[in-house]
């Protein structure tokens, strides 16, 4: 079967299809990736096919403006900056691959193209969530920026749907809608609930981390974090061990891979770590964000696997991204977030309910605050056992092989299209 994979986002977001490639390659099946061209090197590196749906230099505008980290605008900035500028390109990309009985898509929920493909040319479709925010409930509601979710189930309907006009529907609908017209297919709106496929959704993360709703979409199976990250250069591996044989359990700062706009997140890491008497790594691709000079205690990469730093590290402060989270939950550590927007709430909402963990917001993300929340989990027996719980049940089971069932059950399938 020939596999079509269409992630849309940083490299948390592309590096799960990566490794999600490489398991259906692993059982026989053709992977194709199709994705913007600055992430033409991770895949093919890993010997799957890649097709470029938009190039690096589009890539960095979506990422290079501040809307991106703005709690209510910053679907629509990716919705204009780059979903807008992809569509046909998803759409003509599987046309051009689909063999009928032969291929299966597989995209997240900003695959609005693949979604227009599959109602048009009937290819079967798999939805893949990473993070249990993008789908609503009024039962479990995720917790989203400025929605408190402990309220009537009437109250947050209503203030699901004012939010999804203000900050989804009103963004995209129109365009979205234009190019639907051209294909002949009828307009969509409510779209956090039209980008689920009704061939299958697959929910890359565990049930006790996101657990099942009763108003989630159907057909759903869960399949555990995937945990897959891009090997380093050996250079910044030798510095790294060589750095924490001489500082050993540093406290880890990420902002996460796509942001250039973290220059208070870095002060107040490199001040924290002045507090605490404590060594810190900062990792950011964008190290024009850090001071001249830093500290002999503190080291800049570039980039370092999470899966290689995280078990020798004390604690991790960062954005709260899935794929970061997840792999922190792994080494077994407790966790500080600064949420911005996305489902950075969400996700720092779950692991402060899980016990390892808690977050600060952008306003009071200050040096000695962030001392006491990361003294207070450091100290904590209760986050501790919580921490090495969660951490043996991550590493239950494998991801990859029951996602690849899921996809591969999903292509025997017959789809309904116009």
Request: aromatic letters at 12%.
């Amino acid at each position: 079967m020939h596999i079509l994979l269409l992630p849309f986002g940083s490299f948390g977001d592309v590096n799960p299809y990566v490794g999600l490639g490489m398991a259906l390659k692993e059982r026989g099946h053709r992977v194709t990736v199709g994705t913007v061209g600055y992430f033409r090197d991770v895949v093919e590196k890993e010997g799957l096919e890649f097709f470029e749906i938009g190039t690096a230099e589009e890539y960095q505008q979506v990422i290079g403006h501040p809307h991106i980290w703005h709690p209510i605008w910053s679907f629509g900035h990716i919705f204009r900056t780059g979903i807008s500028k992809v569509l046909q390109k998803q759409y003509d990309f599987i046309a051009e691959y689909y063999q009928p009985g032969e291929t299966v898509v597989v995209t997240s929920s900003m695959g609005f193209g693949a979604l227009c493909a599959r109602e048009k040319l009937g290819v079967p479709l798999v939805t893949v969530h990473l993070q249990p925010s993008v789908m609503w409930s009024e039962f479990a509601s995720p917790v989203l920026a400025g929605m408190p979710t402990n309220m009537p189930r009437w109250w947050k309907r209503f203030q699901f749907a004012c939010g999804e006009w203000l900050a989804i529907d009103r963004a995209c609908c129109p365009q979205l809608n234009r190019f639907r017209a051209e294909l002949g297919l009828p307009p969509v709106n409510h779209l956090p609930r039209w980008w689920h496929s009704p061939d299958q959704v697959l929910c890359l993360f565990p049930e006790w981390f996101g657990p099942t709703q009763p108003d989630w979409p159907q057909p759903l199976a869960h399949a555990g974090f995937p945990l897959w990250d891009s090997d380093s250069e050996q250079q910044p591996l030798r510095e790294f061990v060589q750095f924490i044989d001489e500082h050993p359990r540093p406290l880890v700062f990420t902002p996460g891979s796509a942001n250039q706009h973290a220059e208070k997140f870095f002060r107040t890491a490199i001040e924290t770590c002045r507090l605490m008497d404590s060594p810190g790594i900062l990792l950011t691709r964008y190290p024009e964000q850090l001071p001249p000079e830093l500290p002999p205690f503190v080291k800049h990469f570039k980039y370092l696997p999470l899966e290689r730093v995280l078990p020798h590290a004390s604690a991790l402060i960062h954005h709260g991204g899935i794929g970061t989270t997840a792999q922190a939950l792994k080494a077994g550590i407790p966790q500080v977030i600064m949420p911005l927007a996305h489902d950075q709430f969400d996700n720092a909402a779950r692991l402060k309910k899980l016990g390892v963990g808690d977050s600060l917001s952008p306003t009071f993300f200050s040096a000695p605050r962030l001392t006491r929340v990361v003294q207070r989990l450091l100290t904590s027996e209760q986050s501790r056992a919580a921490c090495k719980a969660l951490a043996e049940k991550v590493r239950e089971g494998d991801c990859f092989e029951k996602a690849c069932e899921v996809i591969a059950s999903a292509g025997s399938r017959q789809v309904v299209h116009q």
